[in-house]
């Protein structure tokens, strides 16, 4: 292993005594992000005002910083792009995916998947009208589902509520060999974990950054086209910045070459900046010590809660090669768990109905911190800590 993963701890801000087992949800504040972003701020909005979109390359910022998350995910240079959020790429990558094989009315998803991913399938299916549906099977199912009526395969590599990850290379070869495109959804796999997109042969695929990659509340989202198809595809959210030439302001849309194409309108600046910055922690961190290091991490927290909390059920495949960089316990009482957890400074969420899930970054979480996370959930289990009336009203974010 060549990552100082106390180099890398010392490169987040994180507030005096909190165990932060949520950067699957929000990654934390690099230290150099808050400086890059006051930088941007003062001296490119600030000082050069519109000129900045030249002077300071905002206009090429979403291909730039798109060829640094094209490193994290095995994805060729030139292949990726950022902008908007992950719902509005799952729905282009869904539109040009359909098109792409017209004789087929089917997009197959699983019952696992975020349901924004599945309400933006059925949004463009209500719109597209002609038969097309959504099929949703259970997660361990999907590849018996792969048939000659698919037209696309939507999935997410890793469950966002147990942490459960799909054999994307078996199901892409299974998928092609069946005539159906795929998209996979990394939200929960970039930064989290090795990806081949282009070694697995994907077709699309698309994520966030404001998980694993630490880009702040907000920060943009990626689309990723496979080079053999990225002059083909038809963008559907046809916006001007994706345009040939944006700037000859013509009446009629012509897709820009390549993925710019699979842009939309004005990139956030401000969090892209922020975005730039949280990157550079990659050129002290290689994805595969990442890997290798979350998974005696996760190792340790499994072996360590179901050795003093019997009532908590794994939800989280035991196998390496299945599970991501998370564990989900379940409990009738998830939520009032969690809450008493957050209150003596163990961060982790709740998803309904009864999961609580808790995500491990070595990037800045240690054997140490999984050892008190232990302890403290031990003491709230055993002893009750959870069962008080405040720690039981639900908050609107979980
Ligand atoms: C987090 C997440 C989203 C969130 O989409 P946004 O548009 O960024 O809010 C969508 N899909 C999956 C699989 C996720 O994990």
Redesign the pocket.
């Known amino acids: 292993m060549t990552t100082d993963f106390a180099a890398t701890r010392a490169m987040f801000h994180l507030p005096d005594g909190i165990i932060y087992l949520d950067g699957n949800?929000l990654g934390p504040l690099p230290r150099t992000a808050a400086a890059r972003v006051a930088q941007v701020v003062e001296a490119e909005w600030g000082r050069m005002l519109i000129t900045g979109w030249n002077k300071a390359g905002w206009m090429e910022q979403p291909s730039r910083v798109g060829n640094r998350i094209a490193t994290l995910i095995g994805a060729e240079a030139g292949s990726v792009v950022m902008g908007?959020?992950?719902?509005?790429?799952?729905y282009q990558a869904l539109a040009a995916a359909v098109e792409m094989n017209p004789s087929r009315r089917v997009i197959l998803s699983d019952t696992g998947?975020?349901?924004?991913?599945l309400y933006m399938a059925e949004g463009l299916c209500r719109t597209l009208g002609d038969g097309y549906t959504l099929k949703t099977v259970a997660p361990e199912a999907v590849a018996d589902h792969i048939d000659d009526t698919v037209a696309v395969t939507l999935l997410?590599e890793v469950d966002?509520r147990t942490g459960r990850k799909h054999d994307m290379a078996a199901l892409t070869a299974l998928a092609h060999d069946k005539g159906a495109i795929t998209i996979w959804?990394l939200?929960?796999s970039a930064g989290a974990l090795p990806v081949h997109l282009a070694a697995c042969g994907a077709d699309f695929a698309?994520g966030?950054t404001?998980?694993y990659l630490n880009s702040g509340p907000g920060g943009p989202?990626f689309i990723y086209v496979a080079p053999r198809h990225a002059d083909r595809v038809r963008p559907a959210l046809s916006g001007w910045l994706g345009h040939e030439a944006p700037f000859a302001f013509d009446l009629a849309y012509r897709p820009g070459g390549g993925i710019e194409r699979m842009r939309v309108g004005t990139p956030p600046v401000l969090q892209m900046a922020a975005l730039e910055a949280a990157l550079d922690i990659w050129d002290a961190a290689t994805i595969e010590d990442v890997r290798a290091a979350c998974l005696a991490l996760t190792d340790q927290f499994i072996a360590g809660v179901e050795a003093v909390c019997p009532t908590l059920t794994l939800a989280t495949p035991r196998t390496h090669a299945q599970r991501g960089s998370q564990v989900s316990f379940r409990h009738a009482q998830g939520y009032a768990i969690m809450q008493a957890m957050i209150a003596r400074g163990v961060i982790g969420d709740f998803r309904s109905p009864d999961i609580l899930r808790f995500g491990f970054t070595p990037l800045f979480i240690g054997a140490d911190d999984v050892a008190r996370a232990i302890a403290i959930l031990a003491d709230v289990m055993q002893n009750d800590l959870w069962d008080r009336p405040e720690y039981k009203t639900r908050a609107r974010v979980t």
């Open positions: 949800s908007d959020t992950l719902s509005i790429k799952v998947n975020f349901p924004s991913d997410t966002y959804d939200a929960h698309v966030c404001y998980k989202a």
